[in-house]
């Protein structure tokens, strides 16, 4: 078979690799509503052309983990033949980050592999889940997958979740209601449920209800309105948050994240999960929460760009919608599809489309060099009225 | 807290890794029925005991992935910060290896991954699996999980699958089968299920039943009655093969298996899988593929080391199980819980008690100098009668 030739070829010849194709890609893909289950339709693109591009359709972090998370995880490839095996400690070690036991824990490939096993816990048979919209769409997406429902809320004018709306919501179904969602800085927006009306949430619905709070982007918070959720799963409350090694430790592509619940909580949802996480990355993971000085100078940098282009963006007349995270949207004022496409020809790979906000694109912040082609880009194609015709 | 103490103790200071303790190990563990559900459970083993073990209770590779492989792997940590990039055509090269298209691949994080997501898919709600016993017993921990039950047929007086009566039990129970599964060869005795009897069961049952063959151990089989189940997918059979990368190309702890299956099981299945697979396993797995040279070492050093132990044994009066796999079980005439405990003692990890052959004890193929070791202790323990008043 073709592939297969040309498998082997790179193999044996080195630096052919380049020429190989790979359904690994697709522009603004989210996490396992593609890679799972929709992985068979992407268009294939060549490595030579995934090299080529300004990444920022994923909000990756551009630089990847630390050299002491590579070299830890390096280390640890001597367990790479093992199902069992000194694991460094990862639970424990993320328990006392948070000043919590680890039957708290709940580690997963990856936080999205939580986000599943929370659906498949509470989902099942046939419940609701509610939430916002937009939001990160995989809890949505895997609900639909598994035939539970989803309650959307719509955000507000100014893009901030309707808290008294999911409150009325949860009320109102409540018999059907499988669990809360929250996404805390939301993602594609960017804006933080402040804590006090995370805790107008939690008090406003009954105490039985799980919420589950995604704060994949906590990191990156400067907002001294926003807070952790961590501390609800210490007074005992239904709440299950997420964390991930992805954003903030550059670890998306070695899958690791956790949950953090009431013990009851962990011990249900464990049934559901694989327990199928890479040797090495958990002791990633632990090198990771060592590196605070790593963890700092992404955060700084990732703010610095975010502040630098999106002060240009307002500079030009555009409306940017203030972000907490390592991303942004920007009102293009016309369809963002086609401009989509525009960026893609030019080697810049964006966000997709987030409807029903399908005038907004998500950027996420990668290198300074990749941010520089971006607003080269931006002004060819959006500020020059390349696509106004469209608008 | 302590534990965070003596993590960071151990960044700081290098070697004190092996005052560490953890919880990865536990003697004869299964792969998901306890790392993901019985982690909490798990006594405390430090690097330091863990590093002075045979370890002969998991069916491990002892001698870890290949050059090349690790070659692979650690070039792909270039993509450890992403979720969606080039994957050095896994899917393709796996197809291409067996003759099918990408559409009938099904990656998982490890073939437990597929063994878990076949149960989702087919035992929901509160459907049976049909299978022997013992057998790995994940599937049955799974079904068992998620509120299904299983039909436990044991096996034959000579440890073959009673195909006869799985047929029986699948045909009288119909409505309530959500598939039947099959170890070939089979965990934990290592007998294969011969090639017309595998036939025999699909001829034998409501074409429409889904026959789940796990073929881990596909690649130590020389009997040339055992045939791999693929062709049966490729006549669109109700059929899922299994197969990983943790046997023969050491990759357990990395965490890559596949299901083979007719394209629609493999849609429906894919709703189930969480997709969340280590970027840079994928790499190695590509190269594995390739490096055969390395498959055939592998497989020549494991059978001429399980011929050498287990002919020891046989001329010392022992019975042993014919087997086709990288373990072996061992009649030992006497309860193997304590006698577990003895090896264990003597620093020996060998396989758990399967109930209920509650006197076979199941040794992985380790390295020579594990064999010797076993062979050691088995004389010291067993032989010697030092715990024959449990006999």
């Known amino acids: 078979m073709e592939l297969m030739n040309a498998v082997s070829r790179r193999t044996f010849m080195g630096g052919l690799a380049a020429a190989l194709t790979y359904t690994g890609w697709r522009p603004g893909s989210r996490l396992f509503g593609q890679t799972a289950r929709e992985q068979m339709s992407r ?44 694991d460094g400690g990862i639970t424990e070690a993320i328990a006392a980050h ?3 036991k680890p039957e708290n824990i709940l580690l997963g490939a990856g936080s999205g ?36 429902e989803a309650i959307k809320i719509p955000l507000l004018k100014d893009y901030r979740a ?3 709306a999911m409150i009325s919501a949860t009320r109102q179904n409540y018999r059907d209601v499988g669990f809360v969602y929250l996404c805390n800085p939301n993602n594609p927006t960017g ?18 209800v799980p919420v589950l709070i995604d704060e ?5 918070v400067q907002d001294p309105d926003y807070a952790t959720s961590v501390p609800y799963v210490l007074e005992g409350r239904q709440v299950i948050v997420t964390r991930t090694f992805s954003k903030i430790a550059g670890l998306a592509g070695m899958r690791l994240g956790y949950g953090i619940a009431p013990k009851e909580l962990v011990e249900n949802m464990r049934t559901f999960s694989t327990g199928s996480i890479s040797a090495i990355v958990k002791w990633g993971g632990v090198a990771a929460l060592n590196d605070t000085a790593n963890e700092a100078r992404v955060k ?55 409807p029903p906000m399908v005038q907004h694109l998500r950027v996420s912040i990668g290198t300074e060099s990749e941010m520089s082609r971006f607003m080269t880009a931006f002004k060819e194609i959006i500020a020059a009225g390349k696509t106004s015709a469209l608008g």
Do not use: C, W
Not at 57 to 65: F, K, Q, R, S, V
């Open 98 to 100: 948070h000043g919590v």
């Open 216 to 220: 994949a982007y906590h990191h990156f």
């Open 300 to 354: 700084k940098v990732t703010i610095e760009l975010r502040n630098k282009v999106t002060s240009e963006l307002k500079s030009m007349g555009y409306y940017v919608i203030p972000s907490e995270a390592n991303f942004f949207m920007v009102h293009i004022r016309r369809d963002v599809v086609p401009v989509i496409e525009e960026f893609r020809k030019k080697n810049v790979a964006v966000g997709r489309a987030f």
């Open 191 to 208: 804006v933080i449920v402040p804590k006090n009306e995370v805790r107008q949430l939690l008090d406003g619905i009954p105490g039985d």
């Open 113 to 148: 592999e939580i986000l599943k096993v929370v659906g498949d816990t509470f989902l099942n048979v046939h419940k609701k889940v509610v939430g916002a919209e937009p939001t990160y769409g995989s809890v949505y997406a895997h609900a639909t997958g598994i035939k539970a």
């Open 43 to 86: 268009p294939k693109v060549t490595v030579e052309e995934y090299e080529r591009l300004a990444k920022l359709a994923n909000n990756e972090n551009p630089y990847g983990p630390s050299e002491a998370v590579l070299k830890a995880m390096t280390d640890a490839f001597k367990y790479a033949n093992r199902y069992l095996y000194p």
């Open 162 to 164: 309707d808290i008294p």
